[in-house]
């Protein structure tokens, strides 16, 4: 059985309104770590605030730890709960010391209980010097493992963060990503992330949940999730695509598209007429006599590729604009005549 779970709950916030979180069905296992991501206003936070109690679904059942925590005659206050939440501005209190804020949950412990646990916690997350003093004298990075450490100080069974890297500079948040993931691993604390940036989303977690309007679209982990995108929306939320109309081929293998015939890793189970292709751009691999070619229209230097945008065919009603990346050591100018091949593994048959 599943360590967390939602069944079909949903939250409108106006009884005649739109649903802001539609039936959303989901399960997370002991000591995995999750993100839910999407663009603002998918719904994403109130899923959070569900969660954790502070808002109330109009519908649906959850529970956490096999234990419900809301359903039809339940509904479990938030501090019973048995979660620690990380908020986005981090909320630490300004005028109470490092280990004052992080003891602040365990009021109810004895003393030298609450004394080890402070210590313990503040090892974990690498603040042990800094005990004594105030959050002002702390970077960004170091109060944002402050306010995780004082959610993990009470043992919660889950921690939830909202948009937890979204306050920190490029380079600091990169370092954080990987230090709130290596604190709850070493912590085997089971969390849910919620985040809008796909980058995040992908160095943080074991699966990925993306979320469009209240209604999940995916839920899979990083590698599947680009790799085999259910949806168009889903193919270009998580990174650059080419999106093609085609019709599966009898052979099952192949899709015919405007561009020629682009292959298949694996057969299509169905035979379908109309079909969408994601293809990514960095599976289009330029080469001498490669399958496909036509002329750059427009050529974008990113410093680890430079990006290309290749117009294939030759009158309007079938020419097709595909994004190819080329090395940055390649020779290529705007008007240039390039060939590339499709590699079948960067090819995914989507949903419209
Ligand atoms: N307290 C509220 N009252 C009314 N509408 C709300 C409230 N909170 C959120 N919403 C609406 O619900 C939708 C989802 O919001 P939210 O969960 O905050 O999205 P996200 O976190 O993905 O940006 C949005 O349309 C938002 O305007
Ligand atoms: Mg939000």
Redesign the pocket.
Known sequence: MSFIHLENVSKK??PSNYS??NSVNLEVNQGEIITLL?P????????LRMIAGFEQPTSGRLRIDSKEVFGEHVNIPPEKRGIGMVFQDYALFPHLTIEKNVAFGLNRWKLLDKRKRVKEVLELVGLSEFSKRYPSELSGGQQQRVALARALAPKPHLVLMDEPFSNLDAGLRERMRHDVTSILRKSGTTAII?T?DQKDAFAVSDQVVV?KD?IIQQIASPKEMYRCPANCFVAQFVGKTNLLEGKVCADMAHVQTRIGMVSLSSKSSELIENVRLSIRPEGCLIGDNGHYSGHVQKVTYSGEYQELEVILGHDHSTSETMLVYAPVEQDVHVGAKVSFDIKPESVALVEA
């Open positions: 916030f106006n802001a979180v999407g603002s206003g998918c719904g994403k936070t109130t899923t919620v809008h979320m209240g």
